[in-house]
């Protein structure tokens, strides 16, 4: 049987075959080339025999092309890798004498082919194509080559022999972009909501579901005299929204506050405009679910799920009909579609359905949990199937059946009313949902396709965060709070993050178009980052404007202003350009007068740069001084070509090679190494990806290269604050690699930046990290709004990785890096992070793509966090939420004003795990929000210095009350494991600024 990875991921090269087909050289040679099929009607069991005919006399190596077009009108190719490779979908050798091949030679199944149950009721052709050419001028050597079969999957389907309901709805799944633009898209999809409410004012039981909520806003721009009635609709349950989030994200590639936000525009957007909110989750598409979805879904109002990627075989966790349950509790009702969201799309056609209707009955039946059985009856937006007869062939059907077998038209709200009314028990599931049925991941190409997207998307998602804690601070010192703005921004953010577009799986032309409308990812974007950027550097110079800089020592020259967008104290890297390059070789103290070490960088383009440790109080402010005198320690570094060395990092030595890799990481005081025997962790290193896709990785004879391995041009440069090291390399092929590792003893961090000057093409760009397993090892990866304990395997993880023991190991730290793969063996496992997918073809690799070669400039940053005690007692969390905020310093004059030098707005307890993400204005109320990052329930204390507040509440994510906290400046909140708890302060008064001291 064809594994489904290769069925998904070997289409490719259509193009070329159409263009070597039309190519007016003559054919070269004597080449016969011969596809014998029975050109018959195959059924379920018979044997399928195809055979090729190959000759190739030439004197050149031939190379062999051959497609297979399934019913559903898509190619499936197959490319030279070896005759005997297992499945038997792989194709043959480059070059062959005369010979006969038995191409596919199985017995038929409706899984043995691809899209065997496709449609509904057979039967229907394959068609075979083959292209023999010369490897080396590309020209033809024979005709093409064509044979066919038909297949019919099964006997006609009996009636069923019953109890049960067979619920059906209309539907119409949406892109916002796909394989068109959003201009293409967005229209199908209001003409379907259009075409639904004639139909369902035709007939009463008709039911229909709305996709998206961008296809309900071009529904009332397209036809705002239809609104009042689709509104009805919804009312009267007709209709039904699907799911309460903005767009079908995709749920791997965003932060927690992302998801969480998806669901407060969707439900907000439903309930201001169309005077409901959906009760369900709708993730049709998705490709895999984090296990904190129940949680957000029930804490944005939505008690059901449904997915039709990610559950794995539904027979596995008791059905098609389960309980989810996130770590904190929270559980969803789900529907884990086992035929995908198209099952039903012949269904109604025509009036008559009998056989449509019985066969999907055949299908659904096996896997269900009860009695009860749904299908959508539908297709993607680009198909636009739309079946008017739907009322008619369930009538006609009904009519044939015996007592208790029905069909009928449900919303997807009554079919999960009636799964619970059965009183049947359901299985609960805990855990991430991330694979398909034959155990395979969801599409983990996808988590490096177009990977400046992900790099955006992530970085906006945090500068949104850290404006809105700004801009807080702010009003609460007298500025107006921009809540229009924000917003605004935070909604354009989340139409980005649909889930073919931040995937990076579309064609070229979503991305960005040429004309002046904002109407793409691109274009989003970049008036998001603009936008953004402005008012972050607006809030900064209020505040620093009211900060009083002015001490008694008045020959200083400037002050550093440092802000902390955490909730804790924070002693971390702060780099600033100067506006005047002379003060950085003097002084620079801190508050008390103490002198501060710091080390003069060369910035871009002639500018001046310095790094300096500061401690910053939580969610504050602390200022620094250049003062004119001779540092203690000079600033100036100092450079030296590479050897291999040791330093010292905290507790722990670092061993770094010649190469500019690191060799071993050793605790200092035990000798304990943390990194495998032999490693070359930061090492980058490229790959071939011949047949690969946007989706997949090609995993076929793969050829590796790494930098380590080549001619390197390596130095050191040596401060007061850190080692730098760089080295310029490439390793075969064009591209080139500038790598910069960064020491900090006062962090023990290890910082890595690596910028890539890309000219290749198909291969994968990763780094290395071969990390030491000791005993009780385990792998565990930062999630939306949490963490998971992961096998070896490709999976997305959000901004940290560890691997190690409760008494040891190493913490990855990254930004916008989602593709991390672990293998390895007992006592060591390697890391490996891909930094660019480089592809020439876009989507399931039957698009040419120019975008997807990524040639031009790749900047990447990470960091390791070696630890001697468990990742819960490094708080590796903590320190990956300070790698995405990097502390922010703004240089201000020397000047009286009112706010103190030094200051905080929140602080956690010192005993808290968890981690303030969010700290904003609605209206005249401020929110926050938390969420437990170690896995334990706990108990957490807020203190806002600055404020009070008249009441304080726990609220869910739509702002709706939950229990009281008191009132005042203080507030203890009580978290489940890996909960998020949103909290409102209402009548907020801010606080007199204490004197300075």
Same mark, same amino acid.
């Given at each position: 049987m064809p594994d489904s990875r290769v069925r998904r991921a070997v289409r490719t090269l259509l193009g070329v075959a159409a263009l070597l087909a039309a190519s007016a050289a003559p054919l070269a040679g004597a080449a016969e080339l011969r596809i014998e099929t029975c050109q018959c009607l195959l059924r379920a069991g018979d044997r399928l025999d195809v055979r090729l005919v190959v000759d190739n006399p030439g004197p050149n190596t031939a190379a062999m092309l051959i497609a297979l077009h399934t019913p559903n009108d898509e190619w499936s190719f197959f490319t030279a890798v070896g005759l005997g490779a297992a499945p038997k979908w792989l194709p043959l050798p480059a070059q062959l004498p005369r010979t006969e091949v038995a191409l596919l030679d199985f017995p038929l199944t409706a899984d043995s082919l691809p899209f065997g149950h496709f449609p509904l009721v057979g039967p229907f052709r394959y068609e075979l194509v083959a292209l023999l050419y010369d490897a080396v001028t590309g020209a033809p050597l024979a005709p093409l080559a064509a044979g066919f079969f038909d297949f019919e999957p099964a006997p006609p389907a009996p009636s069923p022999s019953g109890p049960g309901t067979l619920h059906l709805f209309a539907h119409q799944h949406n892109e916002l972009a796909w394989l068109e633009r959003e201009d293409v898209y967005l229209p199908l999809g209001a003409q379907f909501v259009r075409d639904a409410i004639a139909q369902a004012d035709r007939d009463p039981g008709y039911r229909f579901v709305v996709d998206q909520m961008p296809v309900l806003e071009r529904f009332r721009a397209d036809f705002p005299e239809l609104a009042p009635r689709l509104r009805e609709l919804f009312a009267e349950g007709v209709a039904e929204p699907s799911g309460g989030f903005l767009v079908e994200s995709d749920l791997n590639l965003l932060s927690g506050e992302s998801l969480a936000r998806q669901a407060i525009y969707g439900q907000r957007h439903l309930e201001s405009v169309w005077g409901r909110r959906a009760s369900g989750a709708w993730q049709l598409d998705a490709f895999g679910h984090p296990h904190q979805m129940p949680q957000i879904a029930r804490k944005a109002g939505m008690e059901t799920y449904t997915l039709a990627r990610g559950a794995g075989d539904p027979a596995a966790l008791g059905g098609s009909e389960f309980h989810w349950e996130s770590p904190d509790g929270s559980r969803v009702l789900v529907h884990a579609m086992p035929h995908f969201y198209q099952i039903a799309r012949e269904v109604g056609a025509t009036p008559d359905a009998s056989q449509e209707l019985n066969e999907l009955w055949a299908l659904l039946a096996p896997a269900a949990s009860t009695a009860n059985l749904l299908g959508p009856?539908? &297709?993607?937006?680009? %198909?636009?199937?739309?079946?008017?007869?739907? =009322?008619?062939?369930?009538?006609? $059907?009904?009519?044939?059946?015996? =007592?208790?077998?029905?069909?009928?038209?449900?919303?997807?709200? +009554?079919?999960?009313?009636?799964?619970? &009314?059965?009183?049947?028990?359901?299985a609960v599931a805990t855990g991430e949902l991330q694979s398909d049925a034959d155990g395979t991941r969801v599409f983990p190409g996808a988590y490096a396709a177009r990977i400046e997207i992900k790099k955006t998307n992530a970085r906006l998602e945090q500068t949104l965060l850290d404006v809105e804690k700004l801009a807080t601070w702010a009003s609460l010192e007298g500025r107006a709070y921009p809540e229009a703005l924000l917003e605004a921004q935070g909604v354009a953010l989340a139409l980005n993050q649909t889930h073919d577009y931040l995937p990076g799986t579309g064609v070229d032309e979503i991305y960005e178009d040429p004309d002046d409308e904002i109407d793409d990812l691109g274009d989003r974007f970049a008036a998001i980052d603009a936008a953004l950027t402005a008012e972050q550097e607006a809030v900064l110079a209020d505040l620093a404007g009211r900060i009083d800089t002015a001490r008694p020592d008045a020959a200083r020259r400037a002050a550093l202003v440092v802000f902390n967008t955490q909730a804790w104290q924070r002693r971390d890297l702060a780099r600033v350009t100067l506006a005047d390059p002379a003060a950085a070789l003097g002084r620079l103290v801190d508050a008390t007068g103490a002198e501060v070490p710091h080390q003069i960088l060369a910035g871009?383009?002639?500018?001046? +740069?310095?790094?300096?440790?500061?401690?910053?109080?939580?969610?504050? $402010?602390?200022? @620094?001084?250049?003062v004119p005198g001779e540092p203690a320690q000079s600033p100036v570094e100092a450079a030296a070509p590479l050897a291999a060395r040791a330093l010292a990092l905290g507790g722990f030595t670092v061993d770094v090679a010649a190469d500019a890799t690191v060799t071993q990481i050793r605790r200092t005081a035990t000798g304990e190494p943390l990194l495998a025997p032999g490693a070359r962790a930061g090492d980058v290193g $490229?790959?071939? %990806?011949?047949?690969?896709?946007? @989706?997949? @990785?090609? %995993?076929?004879?793969?050829? %590796?290269? $790494?930098?380590?391995?080549?001619a390197q041009i390596a130095y050191v440069l040596e401060g007061p604050v850190m080692t730098r090291v760089f080295a310029l390399g490439n390793v075969p092929w064009a591209s080139v690699a500038l790598r910069e590792l960064r020491f900090v003893p006062a962090l023990e961090r290890i910082e890595f930046e690596t910028t890539l000057y890309w000219a290749d093409a198909n291969r994968n760009v990763r780094v290395r990290f071969p990390f030491a397993a000791p005993a009780g090892a385990a792998r565990t990866e930062g999630v939306p709004y949490g963490y998971a304990e992961r096998p070896d395997g490709d999976f997305p993880a959000l901004g940290w990785s560890d691997v190690g023991s409760d008494a040891r190991g190493v913490a990855l730290l990254q930004r916008g890096l989602f593709g991390h793969r672990l293998t390895g063996s007992a006592g060591a496992r390697v890391l490996d992070v891909t930094l660019l997918r480089s592809l020439d073809r876009a989507v399931f690799g039957e698009r040419p793509s120019v975008a997807m070669l990524e040639h031009g400039v790749h900047r990447a940053a990470y960091a390791l966090v070696p630890r001697a005690a468990s990742w819960r007692a490094a708080q590796a969390p903590r320190r990956a939420a300070e790698w995405s905020a990097p502390l922010l310093v703004r240089e201000s004059a020397i000047h009286a004003a009112p706010l103190p030098p030094q200051r905080s707005?929140?602080?956690?307890?010192?005993?808290?795990?968890?981690?303030?993400?969010?700290?904003?204005?609605?209206?005249?109320?401020?929110?926050?929000?938390? @969420?437990?990052? +170690?896995?334990?329930? &706990?108990s957490h204390e807020l203190h806002f210095p600055t404020l009070t507040a008249s009441a304080i509440t726990e609220t869910n994510l739509l702002g709706d009350p939950l229990a009281g906290l008191g009132a005042g400046s203080r507030a203890t909140v009580d978290t489940a494991p890996q909960e998020i708890v949103t909290i409102r302060l209402g009548g907020v008064t801010s606080l007199p600024v204490a004197p300075a001291p």
């Amino acid at each position: 049987m064809p594994d489904s990875r290769v069925r998904r991921a070997v289409r490719t090269l259509l193009g070329v075959a159409a263009l070597l087909a039309a190519s007016a050289a003559p054919l070269a040679g004597a080449a016969e080339l011969r596809i014998e099929t029975c050109q018959c009607l195959l059924r379920a069991g018979d044997r399928l025999d195809v055979r090729l005919v190959v000759d190739n006399p030439g004197p050149n190596t031939a190379a062999m092309l051959i497609a297979l077009h399934t019913p559903n009108d898509e190619w499936s190719f197959f490319t030279a890798v070896g005759l005997g490779a297992a499945p038997k979908w792989l194709p043959l050798p480059a070059q062959l004498p005369r010979t006969e091949v038995a191409l596919l030679d199985f017995p038929l199944t409706a899984d043995s082919l691809p899209f065997g149950h496709f449609p509904l009721v057979g039967p229907f052709r394959y068609e075979l194509v083959a292209l023999l050419y010369d490897a080396v001028t590309g020209a033809p050597l024979a005709p093409l080559a064509a044979g066919f079969f038909d297949f019919e999957p099964a006997p006609p389907a009996p009636s069923p022999s019953g109890p049960g309901t067979l619920h059906l709805f209309a539907h119409q799944h949406n892109e916002l972009a796909w394989l068109e633009r959003e201009d293409v898209y967005l229209p199908l999809g209001a003409q379907f909501v259009r075409d639904a409410i004639a139909q369902a004012d035709r007939d009463p039981g008709y039911r229909f579901v709305v996709d998206q909520m961008p296809v309900l806003e071009r529904f009332r721009a397209d036809f705002p005299e239809l609104a009042p009635r689709l509104r009805e609709l919804f009312a009267e349950g007709v209709a039904e929204p699907s799911g309460g989030f903005l767009v079908e994200s995709d749920l791997n590639l965003l932060s927690g506050e992302s998801l969480a936000r998806q669901a407060i525009y969707g439900q907000r957007h439903l309930e201001s405009v169309w005077g409901r909110r959906a009760s369900g989750a709708w993730q049709l598409d998705a490709f895999g679910h984090p296990h904190q979805m129940p949680q957000i879904a029930r804490k944005a109002g939505m008690e059901t799920y449904t997915l039709a990627r990610g559950a794995g075989d539904p027979a596995a966790l008791g059905g098609s009909e389960f309980h989810w349950e996130s770590p904190d509790g929270s559980r969803v009702l789900v529907h884990a579609m086992p035929h995908f969201y198209q099952i039903a799309r012949e269904v109604g056609a025509t009036p008559d359905a009998s056989q449509e209707l019985n066969e999907l009955w055949a299908l659904l039946a096996p896997a269900a949990s009860t009695a009860n059985l749904l299908g959508p009856v539908g &297709a993607d937006v680009g %198909e636009h199937v739309f079946n008017a007869f739907v =009322p008619e062939a369930i009538a006609a $059907w009904n009519a044939q059946q015996q =007592p208790g077998v029905a069909a009928r038209m449900s919303t997807p709200s +009554e079919f999960f009313a009636e799964v619970l &009314a059965s009183g049947a028990p359901l299985a609960v599931a805990t855990g991430e949902l991330q694979s398909d049925a034959d155990g395979t991941r969801v599409f983990p190409g996808a988590y490096a396709a177009r990977i400046e997207i992900k790099k955006t998307n992530a970085r906006l998602e945090q500068t949104l965060l850290d404006v809105e804690k700004l801009a807080t601070w702010a009003s609460l010192e007298g500025r107006a709070y921009p809540e229009a703005l924000l917003e605004a921004q935070g909604v354009a953010l989340a139409l980005n993050q649909t889930h073919d577009y931040l995937p990076g799986t579309g064609v070229d032309e979503i991305y960005e178009d040429p004309d002046d409308e904002i109407d793409d990812l691109g274009d989003r974007f970049a008036a998001i980052d603009a936008a953004l950027t402005a008012e972050q550097e607006a809030v900064l110079a209020d505040l620093a404007g009211r900060i009083d800089t002015a001490r008694p020592d008045a020959a200083r020259r400037a002050a550093l202003v440092v802000f902390n967008t955490q909730a804790w104290q924070r002693r971390d890297l702060a780099r600033v350009t100067l506006a005047d390059p002379a003060a950085a070789l003097g002084r620079l103290v801190d508050a008390t007068g103490a002198e501060v070490p710091h080390q003069i960088l060369a910035g871009e383009g002639g500018a001046l +740069e310095i790094a300096f440790v500061a401690d910053v109080p939580p969610m504050g $402010w602390a200022t @620094y001084w250049l003062v004119p005198g001779e540092p203690a320690q000079s600033p100036v570094e100092a450079a030296a070509p590479l050897a291999a060395r040791a330093l010292a990092l905290g507790g722990f030595t670092v061993d770094v090679a010649a190469d500019a890799t690191v060799t071993q990481i050793r605790r200092t005081a035990t000798g304990e190494p943390l990194l495998a025997p032999g490693a070359r962790a930061g090492d980058v290193g $490229w790959s071939d %990806e011949v047949f690969g896709n946007a @989706y997949e @990785y090609d %995993e076929v004879g793969l050829n %590796e290269a $790494w930098i380590s391995n080549g001619a390197q041009i390596a130095y050191v440069l040596e401060g007061p604050v850190m080692t730098r090291v760089f080295a310029l390399g490439n390793v075969p092929w064009a591209s080139v690699a500038l790598r910069e590792l960064r020491f900090v003893p006062a962090l023990e961090r290890i910082e890595f930046e690596t910028t890539l000057y890309w000219a290749d093409a198909n291969r994968n760009v990763r780094v290395r990290f071969p990390f030491a397993a000791p005993a009780g090892a385990a792998r565990t990866e930062g999630v939306p709004y949490g963490y998971a304990e992961r096998p070896d395997g490709d999976f997305p993880a959000l901004g940290w990785s560890d691997v190690g023991s409760d008494a040891r190991g190493v913490a990855l730290l990254q930004r916008g890096l989602f593709g991390h793969r672990l293998t390895g063996s007992a006592g060591a496992r390697v890391l490996d992070v891909t930094l660019l997918r480089s592809l020439d073809r876009a989507v399931f690799g039957e698009r040419p793509s120019v975008a997807m070669l990524e040639h031009g400039v790749h900047r990447a940053a990470y960091a390791l966090v070696p630890r001697a005690a468990s990742w819960r007692a490094a708080q590796a969390p903590r320190r990956a939420a300070e790698w995405s905020a990097p502390l922010l310093v703004r240089e201000s004059a020397i000047h009286a004003a009112p706010l103190p030098p030094q200051r905080s707005h929140l602080a956690l307890d010192a005993g808290s795990s968890a981690i303030v993400t969010v700290m904003q204005r609605r209206g005249r109320a401020l929110f926050v929000r938390l @969420y437990e990052t +170690e896995g334990a329930s &706990a108990s957490h204390e807020l203190h806002f210095p600055t404020l009070t507040a008249s009441a304080i509440t726990e609220t869910n994510l739509l702002g709706d009350p939950l229990a009281g906290l008191g009132a005042g400046s203080r507030a203890t909140v009580d978290t489940a494991p890996q909960e998020i708890v949103t909290i409102r302060l209402g009548g907020v008064t801010s606080l007199p600024v204490a004197p300075a001291p």
